[in-house]
């Protein structure tokens, strides 16, 4: 009877093999599946995203999932066939070079009605060749207890620092769903084509398992006409970073300039947590290599925080940034001047009108966390006050898990209660790097920032609940 049921499943799988044989982009064919990424649904006790890169000529391919303890091949394995969009990476919308990439055609489905706090597995391909396995835990949906983790700026080649990291801090919390990456995967993918391959492939280690959510960096956008100028960003584009990065569809680019170019950004529920992935590189309207216009997203954040809190929907809010809303460099950042303050002024009154709990941002490569603090209408630095305050908003740059270092340094003419607690994130390329672990309870949530090798914590704080 087993081999029957088995006879059957595979039956269906080839039916759907010759179903979509002849359909305009192709049949579902071998190749196995590369560039693989995943990241949750809006909605992460239901729901999951994968994406994933095929050879032009694979038209379409299949995701199968079925509970962890159940064979691929029984009767109701779930098979979910895929069809490729080609990408033909030679120039973006603007006329700026991408590097040279070959052709191929990028797959992404998002996977619904799963069941919330089970542990599922699926596979990538055709009969003719699968990918190795992955497996995906939905959230369970409610006030149940977990811990994620956090890291900032890989911009690495091979990304053996990131590694390194992301196995420690599995280590250090056994119990870590899923890595935020607040930013600058890549350094400059366009001059290095294996940046974000290489990426994926480091990465697999993990997200085999466990999810890695990103939201992008400068770095990550530079799409530059003149290479020997390294700071002429262009605002709003972001053709590499999304064909290799995956989340969900629901941010505030779903306009009439909405596509696969445009700068994103997104949010999930994972138990009773909001994260919501700000693109501080995002532009409102057509992209420029002036500086990003926030209004749009601003008002997509304004809407977010208000549904969440008419409809009581969530107990904590964490927001990940790449660019932070305080210097962790001082004045160096002063010649890019579309960073931190015009992010301040965009999101900071919003932020402290929602009670949200944490803001984490990278770009600094140091490790910075503010009082629980408020930003009203003015958004100048003298006019803020850095004492702690009642349902105010820690800020908090997440140090740096690449090997780029800097060092802390506050604006001129303050003094550490601008940030009151900072550390440079290493002192040398040898260094181990860091990583900041948040344990989410019912009543509270636990903040520990580690640094590789080093038994004492770099820095633990609690933030109780507000809701």
């Not at 939905?138 to 080649?157: K, V």
Request: with cysteine.
């Amino acid at each position: 009877m087993k081999k029957i049921k088995t006879w059957i499943s595979i039956f269906i799988l080839m039916l759907l093999v010759l179903i979509f044989a002849g359909c305009p982009q192709g049949a579902v064919s071998g190749g196995v599946p590369y560039n693989i990424t995943n990241n949750f649904a809006e909605d992460s006790s239901t729901g999951f995203i994968v994406q994933w890169h095929n050879d032009k000529n694979v038209g379409a391919q299949v995701i199968q999932i079925i509970e962890e303890n159940e064979s691929f091949e029984i009767e109701n394995a779930r098979a979910i066939v895929v069809r490729g969009v080609l990408w033909n990476p030679t120039r973006t919308p603007e006329n700026r070079d991408v590097g040279n990439y070959t052709p191929r055609n990028i797959f992404r489905t998002e996977v619904t009605g799963l069941n919330p706090g089970t542990l599922y597995k699926y596979r990538i391909g055709s009969p003719k060749g699968w990918s190795e396995t992955f497996y995906h835990l939905t959230s369970g949906g409610s006030n149940t207890n977990f811990s994620f983790t956090i890291g900032a700026d890989t911009q690495d080649d091979l990304f053996n620092q990131m590694k390194a990291t992301f196995r420690a801090a599995n280590e250090f919390d056994a119990d870590n769903r899923f890595f935020l990456i607040a930013g600058d995967i890549s350094d400059y993918p366009q001059n290095n084509i294996n940046e974000f391959p290489n990426y994926t492939k480091a990465a697999n280690e993990f997200n085999i398992r466990t999810p890695i959510a990103a939201t992008q960096g400068n770095h990550d956008t530079y799409l530059n006409s003149n290479p020997s100028n390294r700071d002429e960003y262009m605002f709003g584009s972001a053709e590499v970073f999304n064909s290799f990065i995956v989340f969900p569809e629901n941010g505030w680019d779903q306009g009439e300039h909405h596509g696969p170019h445009r700068s994103k950004s997104y949010y999930f529920y994972y138990n009773n947590v909001l994260f919501i992935m700000l693109n501080t590189m995002a532009s409102q309207n057509e992209t420029s290599t002036r500086e990003p216009n926030h209004t749009a997203q601003a008002k997509w954040l304004e809407d977010i925080l208000q549904k969440d809190k008419d409809e009581g929907l969530s107990k904590y809010i964490i927001i990940l940034t790449h660019i932070p809303f305080f210097a962790g460099r001082g004045s160096s950042s002063s010649n890019e001047p579309w960073l931190v303050a015009p992010v301040r002024e965009a999101y900071g009154k919003l932020i402290s009108d929602f009670n949200v709990d944490i803001v984490f941002s990278g770009h600094d490569h140091v490790y910075a966390r503010s009082n629980p603090i408020r930003i009203g209408t003015s958004t100048s630095l003298r006019d803020i006050n850095f004492n702690a305050v009642r349902n105010g908003t820690i800020f908090s740059i997440a140090g740096s898990i690449g090997p780029k270092i800097y060092t802390f340094r506050n604006p001129a003419g303050f003094t550490n209660q601008f940030i009151p607690l900072s550390y440079p994130v290493r002192t040398d390329q040898q260094s181990p790097g860091m990583f900041v672990n948040v344990k989410v309870t019912d009543e509270k949530l636990i903040v520990t920032a580690k640094r590789l090798g080093v038994e004492t914590p770099l820095d633990t704080y609690e933030v109780f609940a507000k809701r």
